[in-house]
């Protein structure tokens, strides 16, 4: 998908769509979010109207000299009205909350599981994790369109409903002063959406400043930025940055304050124009036609009131327009194709004792905007059972070829076969299901031991989970912990977590991969944070372990991967050399070039250590 293209084309949907959209999944998870925006308008209208009408009607029960008793009856009816009135918008507001909350977090929810489950060839897409970006953001608070769009709705029912009941109530006089009123009303709205414009502009200006701001606040603070700051006294360094950012910023808002001036002074010379044609003619009535004070004073209240109904309704539909915006992406983000079947494909069990023979057909792979494939006309075929190395230096395509087996990657030439039939086919997540791993960029999450090991949150086996890290070379490590494998690791979440080394971190992801048991286990490169022996001491474990499984191991140490019954060599994309370890080191050709270069550093008691 072009990135361009999306960005500059026209949001999929309006704030209608959206709207319908919103309303829709109120009604599947909290049905109370729809009816709450309906009376809150209503009560809002409703104190609205009283206090504009209170002043008037007492004043006329004044002008009429009615006994005392019904004067205070009037104002003890008003206050109790208003008293009903605010109360019951309070008790609704604070009930409404609850509501549009599990409405935005089922939203969260979807884009979570899109995030999580999506065809791993959209991870690669920059317009899909900017769409991504965006989703998240609006929904990140309340104030976001996808809860703050109830506050909108809210408002332009209200603005509509009152917008009615002025309009009752100035249905006497001229309709020219209400055309004035709304069109100074109008004027004022587009006068004051210049700032907000002017904002919109250059909002990433200003983003640009309070980024640097921030970004050099946090690195006063964090604990990964605390060891370079001492050593290289950055402290000063820091400050003059954020000194810098903070001058920029401060002139940045001189100049958004000195525009707002203006747009302010344009603003009152509207309401004055309103106010004066409207105090004139009100005062032209009273004179000609006998207008009444009380009269006098509930006209010029109800006018001020319509002024406000109109600018109201013309900045809510502008809010949910912007607001529409945001939801259209994030709407955009969840309907996101996917290149990948899933459930609609083919179910596909994974027997632990199965035969699985795993093939690419002339494959080549090509990166989204690289200019050169990554993967180079590839035919192999790895047999039930075998245990192949995949070796070369970096850059080679062995990582790429790895996504490409496992089903992360389809290729943009040739194709992927699991017992002779095309992978595309296959529900992609059962496919998955097939593989133990361990990938260079692995993740842990801040859980227990066991619970990282099981990859489960409470049923699991604990003897297991015991065994798999034994075979991983944790068990001291576990055994020295505070709570055995029921530690936290990690201190995002627990306080009282404990922090692995790189190499521990390794081991702990090794053992993850035993405890899955699939029959096919793959490991690229996940003992680089250890040393060889180490390394070849975990590989040659796994090939105990691993009796019988389809296995395949890609390394830049060739001394791990010895034990292998086969090991192809590759570079630039391509295989070049594949064979036993020795055959390949007979044959003299790159990988024996690349061990020999390799044996000078690995091989206790070399040459090059005798030397040192």
Request: proline share 2%; aromatic share 10%; with cysteine.
């Amino acid at each position: 998908m072009n990135t361009s293209d999306t960005t500059k084309s026209k949001p999929r949907y309006n704030m209608w769509q959206n709207s319908a959209w919103m309303v829709k999944n109120a009604w599947r998870v909290h049905k109370s979010v729809l009816f709450l925006v309906l009376a809150l308008a209503l009560v809002t209208v409703g104190i609205t109207t009283a206090q504009t009408l209170v002043a008037p009607v007492i004043l006329e029960k004044v002008e009429e000299t009615v006994p005392l008793r019904e004067l205070c009856l009037t104002i003890l009816g008003f206050t109790a009205l208003l008293f009903l009135l605010n109360g019951l918008n309070g008790y609704i507001a604070d009930n409404t909350i609850y509501g549009r909350i599990a409405v935005r977090e089922d939203i969260i929810k979807m884009i979570n599981q899109k995030s999580a489950g999506t065809s791993y060839p959209n991870l690669l897409d920059t317009t899909f994790l900017q769409r991504r970006k965006k989703a998240n953001w609006a929904t990140e608070g309340n104030n976001k369109a996808a809860e703050a769009i109830w506050d909108t709705w809210e408002n332009i029912l209200g603005a509509l409903l009152g917008f009615i009941v002025y309009l009752v109530l100035l249905s006497d006089l001229h309709p020219g002063l209400l055309c004035l009123a709304a069109a100074t009303a109008a004027a004022g709205y587009f006068v004051n959406k210049r700032v907000e414009n002017w904002s919109y502009v250059h909002k990433d200006e200003e983003s640009g400043y309070l980024s640097r701001m921030d970004y050099t606040g946090k690195a006063t603070v964090e604990r990964r930025y605390a060891k370079d700051t001492r050593i290289f006294g950055l402290q000063s360094w820091i400050e003059e940055v954020w000194e810098s950012g903070y001058r920029l910023y401060r002139d940045f808002q001189v100049r958004k304050e000195r525009h707002r001036l203006w747009i302010n002074f344009a603003d009152m010379l509207l309401s004055f124009l309103r106010n004066g044609v409207s105090y004139a003619y009100l005062i032209w009535l009273t004179i000609s036609k006998g207008l009444t004070a009380s009269e006098f004073l509930l006209y010029f209240n109800a006018l001020s009131g319509f002024t406000e109904w109109v600018k109201q309704l013309l900045e809510q539909l502008g809010t949910l327009n912007t607001q529409s915006l945001d939801l259209s992406m994030l709407r955009e983000y969840l309907e996101w194709p996917e290149p990948f079947l899933f459930d609609e494909g083919k179910p596909l069990s994974g027997d632990k004792n199965g035969s699985y023979e795993l093939k690419l057909e002339h494959v080549s792979y090509r990166y989204p905007e690289a200019n050169e494939d990554t993967i180079r006309g590839i035919d192999l075929t790895i047999r039930p059972g075998e245990k192949l190395a995949v070796v070369g230096l970096n850059g080679a395509g062995k990582t790429t070829l790895v996504r490409l087996l496992c089903g992360f990657l389809d290729p943009t030439q040739g194709r992927v076969f699991l017992n002779g039939e095309d992978i595309r086919q296959y529900n992609r997540r059962d496919y998955y299901q097939l593989f133990s791993t361990v990938f260079q960029d692995f993740s842990v999450l801040d859980a227990t031991v066991a619970q990282n090991v099981a990859q489960q949150v409470d049923v699991y086996e604990k003897e297991k989970v015991t065994t798999c890290l034994e075979m991983a070379g944790l068990t001291d490590k576990i055994a020295s912990l505070p709570k055995g494998v029921d530690t936290q690791i990690g201190r995002n979440i627990y306080e009282d977590g404990v922090e692995l080394s790189g190499g521990e971190t390794q081991r702990l992801m090794l053992a993850r991969a035993l405890y899955k048991d699939g029959p096919i286990l793959v490991l690229d490169e996940p003992t680089a944070a250890l040393d060889p022996i180490a390394e070849n001491d975990i590989y040659l474990k796994y090939n105990e372990m691993t009796s019988g499984c389809t296995s395949l191991f890609i390394s830049h140490r060739l001394a791990s991967t010895r034990f292998c019954d086969r090991i192809i060599y590759m570079d630039h994309g391509q295989i070049l050399e594949e064979g036993t370890h020795e055959g390949l080191l007979a044959a003299q050709g790159g990988y024996a070039n690349l061990f020999e270069v390799q044996s000078r550093y690995y091989t206790e008691g070399g040459e090059e250590h005798g030397a040192e």
